[in-house]
């Protein structure tokens, strides 16, 4: 449902001007387009030195694990997001504790500013999202449908670890191979399915050599499952032209995982009271935010969204557009 109880930031005319002032690219756009071409470039150097016959293998091992989501089966890419690893770990009967202690101190930190400014999955969204905005099409959903769309990650992760954490404490071995029988592929790939990065670096480009290179139309006849993953992630697709970073909002597990220590990060934006005019006035921030943040009825302190907040500073892309300087950065504010 499109939400259409928002004053002013929803009429047409809005839309239209809010787009003219977003089509011109801010310093602080353009520097986090830089650093997010520069983590898809050389987090896929495998791909790249092939291509260029070129040693790149400190950039594998640079960006060999990632605090987003990343596969480690890409063809192209050696890397691995950290909720890949934690949940292969209590597969392979490993506690992460120290991997999760390095997810809580890089939340608590710089928030989810990693999806923002370098997850390639959230790239590809955001040029996604860009083309609705350029073609008027962007879209909000409901304020009441929102919030229950938001909780549809913690259920996946919830599943997730559901399943994967008893393998870490079985102790007998024939139950604990009987148990990795039982899951199946999943066993083996926890996080495959959902993980979006899995679907553009993992799945494309193996569709594409069987039905492309190999012409083996046997492939989707045979395997239904590829073709409802297909399926699902095209409608993802759609669905970030009409509503950006849709699949970060409502479906990103990694996204669920860090929201609860997000939401105290030390590294926040925030609200100057004596600049701020209101939703009544502009609002515009609201209609910036790709996570679908009531930006104005957040704390002046802080900007946080209960952890949604993602740090892209499209909000204050807005607010300056609109030479209100409202939006700014802040440090150890709660």
Known sequence: MVERDMQEPETTETRKSFKLRMSQVSKLTLIRRIIQLFVIIFLNAVFWGGVFSTDLSFFTSLFR????????????????????????????QIVPLFL????????????????????????????FGWAGEVTNNSRQVSVTSHPFLSRVKNWILGLLLLFTI????????????????????????????????????????KITNELAVDQNLDYLTNNWLVIIQGLFYLIVIILAFYFPRSYCRYLCPYGALVRPFAKHSIVALARNPTKCVGRKECGECELACPMQIRILDEPYAKISGNGECILCGRCKDACDKKQYGAIELSFFKS
């Open 65 to 92: 694990y990632v605090p987003f989501l990343s596969s480690p089966r890409s063809t192209f890419s050696d890397s691995g997001g950290f909720l890949e690893i934690m949940l292969g770990s209590f597969m392979a």
């Open 100 to 127: 999760l202690g390095l997810v809580i101190i890089i939340s608590i930190i710089i928030g989810r500013s990693t999806c923002g400014w370098m997850c390639p999955a959230g790239f590809i969204q955001d040029i």
């Open 166 to 205: 008893p393998a870490a404490f079985i102790t007998d071995k024939p139950t604990y191979t009987l148990y990795l029988q039982t899951l199946g592929d999943f066993g083996k790939n926890p996080l495959g399915f959902w993980s979006l990065d899995e679907f553009f670096f993992v799945f494309v480009p």
